[in-house]
């Protein structure tokens, strides 16, 4: 018999809405910017905010948005990563003694985390990897998700253990999977172009209160540039997706971009590497959107190279850090 504990391999990201209609958006957004580690002003203050300005007029736009990238099965977000996820799990089906029961969950929406902490208790799990699909720790994604963790696990008799991994900006096989992402789309245009690592952004005030996400990102796009052999003027580091009217992290990705045909920098690439999955803002934000502003301000050519998604580079950063991570514990 064996008794060694079972461990199991819980995935978290953010959440995405149950479909791409206004009600459903209306909720997704409810809950998410409800969360103080996203927007941590003064409830007073937001509440009203919120409940009478944004939810009342953004879940109608976002809406026609979502339908713009839903696909067949549903959104992306949720589809690509329970592609990863079904690949993870058959991996380590084939590759360990004991099948390890892996779980994907979202910290607002569906799947939730009660109920794939149920599932992974129920398939006798001991112990837990925790896996987010944030390659660089926020407070407001990483911690926000491990938040409702804790949150759920809230009524469990018999506490699995835990283990939280941080994140993994510089990981070799990480920087390598971009790096190879990069290479290829090159070889398939037949041509090197500026690189832009465009990353979402936060308030820049979280960053002064000690938030590491800008310094992780930075991290990130140095090892690329640097895998890549790149020099200075060969690639441009930004953040998108600004939300409100305080300062976020700069540059900002629309005005960077805008500014670049001027400046003789005509024909780009665009990659995401703080979304481990596309989604809302890579499928529509940067492709559409940041792909038309910067053809109307004279850029002659624009491609987003696809997040690392259910890739075979992917697949094998995540299989390493489970094992990493479960050596680490024994
Ligand atoms: C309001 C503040 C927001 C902060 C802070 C923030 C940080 C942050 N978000 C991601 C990843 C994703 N964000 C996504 C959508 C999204 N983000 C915000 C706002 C903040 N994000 C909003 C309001 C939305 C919804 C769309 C919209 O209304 O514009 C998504 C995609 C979800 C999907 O369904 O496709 C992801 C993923 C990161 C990595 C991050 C900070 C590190
Ligand atoms: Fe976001
Ligand atoms: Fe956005």
């Known amino acids: 018999m064996n008794s060694s504990p079972k461990y199991g391999v819980l995935m978290i990201n953010l959440g995405t809405p149950d479909a791409p209609e206004t009600p459903q958006v209306r909720k997704f957004l409810r809950e998410f910017l409800s969360d103080k580690r ?3 002003l003064n409830p007073l203050l937001w509440k009203p905010i919120l409940n009478l300005i944004i939810l009342t007029i953004r879940p109608a736009k976002v ?5 713009q990238v839903w696909m067949d099965e549903g959104s992306p977000l949720l589809v690509l990563g329970e592609r990863l996820k079904e690949r993870v799990k058959h991996a380590l089906v084939q590759n360990s003694e004991q099948p390890i029961p892996v779980e994907m969950a979202m910290t607002y929406g569906n799947p939730s985390m009660e109920t794939a902490a149920n599932k992974l208790r129920s398939a006798g799990a001991e112990k837990i990897i925790v896996v987010p699909m944030y390659p660089q720790f926020s407070s407001t994604t990483t911690a926000a998700g491990y938040d409702r963790l804790m949150s759920s696990l809230k009524k469990c008799p018999h506490w699995p253990a835990l283990h939280l991994i941080q994140d993994y900006a510089d990981h070799p096989l990480y920087i390598k999977a971009l790096a ?3 290479q290829a789309q090159w070889e398939k245009q037949g041509e090197q172009r500026h690189l832009v690592l465009s990353y979402h952004g936060i308030p820049k005030r979280y960053v002064n ?3 590491p996400y800008a310094r ?5 796009s140095r090892l690329v540039a640097q895998a890549l052999g790149l020099s200075d003027d060969e690639w441009t580091h930004v953040y998108q997706s600004r939300f409100g009217r305080e300062e976020w992290l700069t540059p900002y990705a629309d005005a960077t971009l ?3 045909p001027e400046k003789g920098i005509k024909r780009i690439n665009v990659i995401s590497p703080a979304f481990s999955i596309d989604c809302i803002e890579t499928l529509e934000e940067v492709t559409l959107e940041l792909g038309d502003e910067f053809k109307q301000h004279g850029g002659l050519a624009f491609d987003y190279i696809p997040a690392l ?3 075979d580079d992917q697949l094998a950063l995540y299989l390493a850090l489970i094992e ?3 050596q680490q514990w024994k």
């Open 309 to 311: 998604n259910d890739s």
């Open 38 to 40: 996203v927007v941590d």
């Open 258 to 260: 805008k500014a670049m």
């Open 63 to 67: 809406a026609k948005v979502y339908q």
């Open 209 to 211: 209160n000690g938030d």
């Open 324 to 326: 990493q991570n479960t």
């Open 216 to 220: 992780r990102c930075e991290l990130t």
């Open 180 to 182: 190879n992402s990069v």
